[in-house]
Every structure is written in structure tokens, then in C-alpha cells.
């Protein structure tokens, strides 16, 4: 979390974050403080809850063709954020623009 915030513009930057088990919510709370006190990126974030039940029927829509994903493009995180900003920025993206953190490649 710490090197993404790092990398946002202070100003007009915005981190969003999925929270889970290891989720250091004290980091996440300064960094919404320090937002509000003209010092960062704004920072929102949710929690969520894994549901198999629900995946498993996502997983079947798919399946069945009935819910595609499409993806433009997809970009390293570091090194590919900002040709993302702009595709995104001039609206002509036809599916998802994808930032890859790992690749496991």
C-alpha cells in the first residue's frame, strides 16, 4: 500500500483499496487523514466477504457466455499506469483497461 500511495500524484491521485485479513487499517486511516489535510491522494476503501456460493454462479454465467469480460488492454502497474490514464481519460477503451501487479509469467 505504502509504494502505491507513493507513486499518486498528492493532488489529484485516488487509492482504492480492498480490505482483507492482512489489511493495515491505521495505514489506510492516515492516509485518509493526511488527504484531508492536503497531503496526499484521497483514499477510499471496502471490506469485502468471500462468497464461493457466489463465485461458483458468476463462474457458470461465464461459462455459459452469458457475462464476458472484455479487456482493451492490459499494462504493468509500474511503468504502465500513466498509458492507462490516458486511454481511460479519452474514452474511445472498448472493455477494460487492466493493470497487471504480478506477473507470473
Same mark, same amino acid.
Given at each position: &500500500?505504502?509504494?502505491?500511495?507513493?507513486?499518486?500524484?498528492? %493532488?489529484?491521485? #485516488?487509492?482504492? #483499496?480492498?480490505?482483507? *485479513?492482512?489489511?493495515?487499517?491505521?495505514? $489506510?486511516?492516515?492516509?485518509? !487523514?493526511? #488527504?484531508?489535510?492536503?497531503?496526499?491522494?484521497?483514499?477510499?476503501?471496502?471490506?469485502?466477504?468471500?462468497?464461493? +456460493?457466489?463465485?461458483?454462479?458468476?463462474?457458470?454465467?461465464?461459462?455459459?457466455?452469458? @457475462?464476458? $469480460?472484455?479487456? %482493451?488492454?492490459? $499494462?504493468?502497474?509500474?511503468?504502465?499506469?500513466? +498509458? *492507462? &490514464? !490516458?486511454?481511460? *481519460? *479519452?474514452? #474511445?477503451?472498448?472493455?477494460? @483497461? @487492466?493493470?497487471?501487479?504480478?506477473?507470473? !509469467?
Amino acid at each position: &500500500m505504502a509504494r502505491s500511495l507513493a507513486v499518486l500524484k498528492q %493532488d489529484t491521485g #485516488h487509492y482504492s #483499496h480492498i480490505a482483507n *485479513a492482512s489489511t493495515d487499517y491505521e495505514a $489506510l486511516n492516515n492516509a485518509k !487523514e493526511a #488527504h484531508e489535510a492536503g497531503k496526499g491522494p484521497s483514499v477510499s476503501y471496502i471490506a469485502v466477504q468471500p462468497n464461493g +456460493e457466489q463465485l461458483g454462479q458468476i463462474l457458470g454465467l461465464m461459462e455459459a457466455g452469458k @457475462v464476458k $469480460l472484455i479487456v %482493451d488492454k492490459s $499494462l504493468p502497474l509500474f511503468g504502465g499506469a500513466g +498509458e *492507462a &490514464m !490516458e486511454r481511460v *481519460a *479519452a474514452g #474511445h477503451v472498448r472493455g477494460k @483497461v @487492466v493493470l497487471v501487479v504480478v506477473d507470473d !509469467e
